[in-house]
């Protein structure tokens, strides 16, 4: 009404008419219960708001029967009935709109209403007995849904509303807030500590370190003027989402890849719109290889084990012609982090060292000759595939266990043959190629022993796997 858009009293009943009759979504559903009951970073364990009667059924708490030494005036018996429904949202609250299969689930437990925290929580014998005869009856009727038994009930969220003024307490030994309860009563509901006092939790540098950071956009948004949050949707990008299913064009990957450079996709699998991305949180498979366009901004979590390590990923950003890009660099405790922490310009600055090509290695070696020796059997074994008759490019070779089967076209007792049979082939083909680095006592031993050494690595490879049943040649 005040912008403008509504402007006469019918049109916003209207409104009112259509949205009371609208079923929200349930992702918004969840995102209520989570910002009510979240034990960590909902309103209450941050100080910013709690859960309260409401205004019609205030009166009746204060008529409540007096529990003396607990209770005893009207705003002491309200804080005591508040303090037993903030222990509710422990267990998640009901709102009509909800799934019903909710119900008795982790998003929402069924209670009996006797609470052992509160119990703990009240100072004698005798107050927990007249809570729980007179006082429980009374708020199970006000607040509760009885789903079937004593034991399962829910709280209604229909009486309950937000508290957002009023002063709060801080427990130093298990950090929780919590509304400050009457002079008697005067220790942490949680944890039943003493060490609890009165905090302000604006004001409070020990409060804000520990959960400013999770205040701070709410306290922005409720301030006159406020300050809107700014969203951002982040996805994950990493070797595991490297690999596309089948029926899918791209891998998690590629695609969190293009909704990062805001390449419109179309609708997903369930017809739901796909956002862009805002952040990737990568591993090093951005390090090298991957361009992902007109990217500003990288940051680092840890310093990168090296300089060449730190300006390939530093240099995701800026380029495209970018004038300007930023990176941050997070340093841990670990002497690595703190050592460049100290002297960053070792990291940024200075030539980077050449790699070196190790050709003298002999394991690498005998590692190829393995990898070449397959290739070439199975480059004259395999038979003609047509494609529609083996779609999966990556089973075309069989499986281990088949490659242990005599009869299968490619087996194990076949390649051995193979290879004795073409040995003298093979060892000059191979010392046509290896390098001229490696020692030559060695050099010669690799190639006397062609045939030995690569059926014992392949013996061992199969026997190391040949467990695994679904395990494939290629692999």
Request: aromatic share 6%.
């Amino acid at each position: 009404m005040r912008r403008g858009t509504l402007t006469t009293d019918l049109q916003a009943l209207e409104l009112l008419t259509e949205m009371r009759t609208l079923s929200p979504q349930v992702a918004l559903l969840r995102g209520i219960r989570d910002v009510i009951c979240d034990k960590y970073i909902g309103l209450h364990p941050l100080a910013l708001a709690s859960v309260r009667e409401r205004g019609a059924h205030t009166a009746s708490l204060q008529a409540l029967p007096t529990i003396i030494g607990v209770a005893e005036t009207d705003d002491d018996k309200l804080r005591v009935a508040r303090a037993w429904i903030s222990l509710w949202l422990r267990k998640g609250l009901w709102l009509s709109r909800m799934p019903t299969d909710w119900i008795g689930s982790k998003k929402l437990q069924l209670a009996s209403g006797k609470f052992d925290a509160f119990a703990r929580w009240l100072p004698t014998p005798a107050s927990r007995t007249a809570f729980e005869k007179l006082w429980l009856p009374p708020l199970l009727s006000l607040f509760a849904q009885p789903m079937g038994g004593p034991a399962k009930q829910m709280v209604k969220g229909s009486e309950l509303c937000l508290e957002l003024v009023g002063d709060w307490q801080y427990c130093r030994l298990c950090r929780a807030v919590q509304r400050t309860a009457p002079t008697s009563l005067c220790r942490c509901l949680s944890c039943g500590s003493d060490e609890i006092g009165t905090i302000d939790p604006n004001g409070d540098a020990v409060f804000a370190a520990r959960k400013g950071f999770y205040r701070q956009t709410t306290v922005e948004a409720i301030a006159i003027p406020p300050i809107a949050p700014l969203a951002l949707i982040a996805a994950e990008h990493t070797a595991q989402l490297g690999a596309a299913q089948e029926g899918d064009i791209y891998s998690k990957a590629e695609e969190h890849e293009l909704l990062f450079q805001d390449v419109d996709l179309g609708p997903d699998d369930k017809g739901q719109e796909r956002p862009a991305i805002d952040v990737l949180s990568c591993t090093t498979t951005m390090e090298v290889g991957i361009d992902i366009g007109a990217l500003s901004g990288v940051a680092l979590r840890n310093m990168p084990p090296a300089r060449a390590n730190y300006q390939q990923r530093a240099g995701r950003a800026g380029r495209r012609g970018n004038a300007i890009a930023t990176v941050i660099a997070l340093a841990g405790a670990d002497s690595h982090d703190a050592h460049f922490y100290s002297a960053p310009e070792k990291m940024v600055r200075g030539a980077v060292l050449d790699p070196v090509l190790v050709l003298s290695n002999d394991d690498i070696a005998r590692r190829h000759i393995t990898a070449y020796l397959l290739q070439r059997y199975l480059g004259e074994r395999l038979p003609a595939i047509r494609p529609e008759d083996q779609p999966h490019l990556f089973e075309v070779l069989g499986t281990v266990q088949g490659f242990l089967d005599e009869k299968a076209v490619l087996n194990r007792k076949d390649f051995g043959n193979w290879l004795e049979t073409n040995e003298r082939q093979l060892q000059a083909d191979v010392d046509g190629w290896l390098p001229a680095e490696l020692d030559g006592v060695v050099r010669a031993e690799i190639i006397i022993s062609l045939v030995t050494n690569t059926l014992e690595s392949i013996d061992y490879a199969l026997t190391t796997d040949r467990s695994q049943e679904e395990g494939t040649v290629d692999d």
